[in-house]
């Protein structure tokens, strides 16, 4: 399975030339042979500020994405990297490395902001590089998150814009913010800090309305709401400036001890706890499926649209779902070509094999479709296997027919031939014929294999002599005409007979086909009930995930806005002290 996901190097994803995104049908083949489960993480941030080189060092390896040596920015578009996942089996790493944001040469941001929304989008884990603190200035150079409710739609038909951005912490990538070149002692009202306390004091809001407290909130804001989990790493400058040229070439040896071990931290945190891409109701990412998000949405952007993460699930379930029905009837063609002999003895011992073999093609189904809107798909499911059984309840009478055929012409043709030559035609002929009949009859019967049609081909058979054998029997001399008229009798009677048992078959089978019908339609009733358990399940877990999160953090912003009003009122209560303990000046009058 690890061949599969074996690149030498990076190859380019979604080309941006001169403007217009375009994904890259190479690199779509190699995502279209990785089936399995997909980590997907995507690097984002100014232009020259490093981050090709956490991708290679995620990749494990020194070279690979383009570091570049001088201050114009190296990559361009999005460029891919699957490898095996270090500390995950039989999952697929796929890195992402995006080109610079801001920079200069290009002269229009909204290409920056398509290529920020596609991270955003693509990836299960979001790393943001930039240099030095977490200050307004990185804060403002952030504003690319504050455009994602104008870039992304949670779904087809938001009734308003605050309802569908509050929708995206559902299926957002977890964010982790690597600070570079950092040389800031970590520390808060005196006492040392994690970087990510560092990270969750610069996110805290100022109290105000004016427009620099809107201006100075908003990008924090829109980090809070839409990422459902944070994580910040700090990294020192990893050698002397002039070096930084060659940090490619560079050993872990010539580097800061402290940055190296900086970013085995990082990669380590990434490797353990980056998860798999996955959509809204539990729907894991494969290559082929991250590989259909791709082309949705760069396709979106390209017709001047807005990615809509709804869209996307819905055009990847039509592929999945087709695909799924497709999966199903090729499992049933393949275990009906093993377990069915035709022709069968009874038509019971087919639909018993047809039931078992059906029961599995739609449990293939389940497990593989999503989003099946109106079960449109398993409803064709459904009519593909009913059609197919149905050609199998034809070729099996075919074949028994085609079977007894060939038994009658072998079995009874020596006698037709005696009949011709008048061997019967003669004084006791009449009881020769029947007696030889009754043998040729159990002869017949002791062929194996002749299957559903065996009485129904023989009856024909003996129909079709009766006018001999009837001649037979009038020219018999040996005979008295009371004899006569009591054989035509008997043979009438048992041709009745014969009928009415024929009769009573087709009942049978007729009920056999609608209590398989019914079978049929009950088993996908179950498998799909069980299904949709499951999937309520799922979407009512997502939806309390999501919820406590938005209660947490309104939670957090009522905590941090009466901090802020305790804070002012201590501050006016002190002030107000301050004025009252200040001496009185006093006027002495002469």
């Given at each position: 399975?690890a ?89 697929t ?24 929304a ?5 990836s299960?884990?979001l790393v ?39 929708d ?34 610069s ?15 908003l990008?924090r804001?829109?980090i ?22 060659q ?28 998860k ?36 996307a ?18 499992h ?73 055929l ?44 002749k ?17 001999v ?51 049929s ?24 995930r ?30 107000l ?14």
């Amino acid at each position: 399975m690890a061949s599969e996901n074996h690149m030498p190097s990076p190859v380019c994803l979604i080309e941006n030339t001169e403007g217009q995104l375009v994904a890259n049908q190479d690199a779509l083949n190699i995502l279209s042979a990785i089936t399995q489960p997909v980590v997907v993480v995507a690097i984002v941030g100014l232009y020259r500020t490093g981050k090709s080189y956490l991708m290679n060092k995620l990749a494990g390896k020194k070279k690979g994405f383009s570091l570049g040596s001088t201050v114009q920015s190296h990559t361009k578009g999005i460029w891919m990297w699957c490898v095996p996942h270090p500390k995950k089996p039989e999952h697929t790493l796929v890195l992402l490395d995006t080109e610079g944001l801001g920079d200069v040469e290009k002269g229009d941001n909204q290409n920056d902001s398509w290529i920020f929304a596609l991270a955003v989008l693509l990836s299960s884990t979001l790393v943001y590089n930039s240099m030095g603190t977490i200050n307004q200035q990185a804060m403002d150079q952030l504003h690319y998150v504050t455009e994602l409710t104008n870039r992304i739609r949670a779904k087809s038909s938001p009734e308003n814009d605050v309802e569908d951005s509050a929708d995206f912490v559902s299926f957002f990538p977890d964010f982790v913010w690597t600070l570079r070149d950092f040389s800031l002692e970590l520390e808060a009202n005196g006492q040392p800090i994690t970087p990510d306390e560092y990270l969750d004091n610069s996110l805290k809001l100022k109290q105000g309305t004016g427009e620099k407290h809107k201006t100075f909130n908003l990008p924090r804001l829109c980090i809070r709401k839409f990422f459902p989990k944070k994580k910040c790493f700090i990294f020192d400058r990893p050698t002397h400036r002039k070096k930084l040229a060659q940090l490619e070439m560079l050993h872990d040896d010539q580097l800061d001890p402290e940055f190296v071990q900086q970013v085995d931290v990082f990669c380590s945190y990434i490797f353990s706890y980056a998860k798999v891409k996955t959509l809204s109701g539990g729907i894991k990412i494969n290559g082929p499926r991250f590989e259909n998000l791709v082309l949705t949405y760069v396709n979106a952007i390209d017709s001047g649209d807005l990615p809509c993460m709804e869209n996307a699930v819905l055009a990847l379930a039509q592929i999945e779902n087709s695909a799924a029905v497709q999966k199903a009837i090729t499992h049933y063609d393949q275990q009906m070509g093993q377990r069915v002999q035709l022709p069968t003895e009874t038509l019971q011992e087919l639909l018993d094999l047809h039931r078992t073999s059906e029961k599995e093609a739609i449990e293939i189904f389940i497990k593989s479709s999503f989003k099946d809107v109106d079960h449109l798909f398993q409803r064709e499911l459904a009519a593909q296997l009913e059609r197919k059984r149905d050609d199998f309840c034809k070729q099996n009478m075919q074949t028994s027919s085609d079977r007894c055929l060939a038994l009658i012409q072998n079995i009874f043709s020596p006698l037709e031939e005696e009949v011709k030559q008048g061997v019967y035609s003669k004084p006791g002929g009449y009881r020769l014929l029947i007696q030889k009949v009754q043998d040729l009859k159990k002869k017949y019967f002791q062929e194996p294999r002749k299957g559903i049609q065996a009485e129904e081909i023989l009856q024909k058979h003996l129909k079709s002599m009766e006018p001999v054998i009837d001649t037979i029997l009038q020219t018999d001399q040996t005979l008295t005409e009371k004899e006569k008229d009591i054989e035509v009798e008997r043979v009438k009677a048992e041709s009745a007979q014969a009928a009415a048992k024929r009769l009573e078959e087709m009942q049978i089978k007729n009920q056999q086909m609608l209590e398989q019908k019914e079978k049929s339609y009950q088993e996908h009733v179950k498998q799909l009930t069980e299904k949709m358990e499951k999937d309520r399940a799922q979407m009512l877990e997502e939806q309390e995930r999501t919820l406590a999160f938005k209660l947490q953090e309104q939670a957090r912003l009522l905590q941090e806005g009466f901090q802020n009003e305790s804070k002012r009122l201590h501050n006016e209560i002190q002030s107000l002290q301050r004025r009252m303990d200040k001496p009185k000046k006093t006027c002495v009058i002469s």
